[in-house]
């Protein structure tokens, strides 16, 4: 049972175009999402984080959007370069649960110059 | 500061062999994770460390998995003996504390023939 989805396996931007990557989740007891984006043979590094008490957080070019009601996230990368592609993972994690993270199954975005 | 080490990076092994996997934490940082990164899924948390304490195992296969963290620094997991379906990229991370940003080194890939 998938706690954290992302529906696309893949998306495909132009660079400086706006790349909008979404992630659903069914557990109402998270209280804490993050973003890790990950290039090949190398570990996920940590993009950008957003706790369930705001709607959004925003670092630089990347901005996160949650909307709780609707069990949604989004994480916005405008412009969006080349070096931007990579798999990006959403995770999440609940209080209580000693900091585990559960991952989507990942996006993998190309951005073509 | 130097990130989180791991070794070897790859591996393979016959099934109903063992294998040992190391990681090396960031310094400072007290608790450890290891994840399982099947080939198209996101990372799957097999044990977390607080210090050399076990915080959550359940997750961890342990009729064939084990963990151990001596010394509250480095720590190996080891696979015994290991099955096809453990072909996979370990990930070890860490992070000062619980619930605090997770930082991964580079995965150990482990292909079982």
């Known amino acids: 049972d998938q706690q954290v989805k992302q529906n696309s396996p893949s998306l495909s931007v132009q660079e400086g175009r706006i790349s909008i990557l979404n992630c659903d989740y069914t557990?109402?007891?998270?209280?804490?999402f993050l973003w890790y984006k990950k290039y090949p043979a190398e570990g996920p590094t940590f993009l950008i984080s957003?706790?369930?008490?705001?709607d959004k957080n925003e670092d630089g070019r990347f901005t996160v959007f949650l909307n709780k009601s609707a069990k949604h996230l989004s994480l916005h990368i405008v412009p969006s370069q080349p070096g931007d592609s990579a798999v990006y993972f959403c995770?999440?994690?609940?209080?209580?649960?000693?900091?585990?993270?559960?991952f989507g199954k990942g996006t993998k975005l190309s951005v073509k110059p | 500061e130097a990130g989180v080490a791991q070794s070897p990076r790859y591996k393979i092994i016959e099934k109903r062999q063992s294998v040992a996997f190391w990681c090396n934490p960031i310094?400072?940082?007290?608790?450890l994770y290891w994840y399982q990164q099947i080939l198209g899924q996101g990372p799957k948390l097999l044990i977390q460390?607080?210090?050399?304490?076990?915080?959550?195992d359940s997750q961890l296969p342990k009729d064939r998995f084990s963990a151990e963290r001596l010394k509250g620094v480095d720590s190996t997991l080891k696979i015994q003996p290991a099955k096809l379906e453990d072909s996979a990229v370990y990930l070890c991370?860490?992070?000062?504390?619980?619930?605090?940003?997770?930082?991964f080194g580079p995965g150990t890939r482990l292909l079982v023939l």
């Open positions: 557990n109402s007891m998270f209280d804490y």
């Open positions: 460390f607080q210090n050399n304490g076990v915080v959550d």
């Open positions: 957003i706790s369930s008490i705001k």
């Open positions: 995770a999440a994690h609940y209080g209580g649960s000693q900091g585990n993270l559960i």
């Open positions: 310094s400072g940082h007290a608790t």
């Open positions: 991370a860490s992070s000062r504390g619980q619930q605090e940003t997770q930082y």
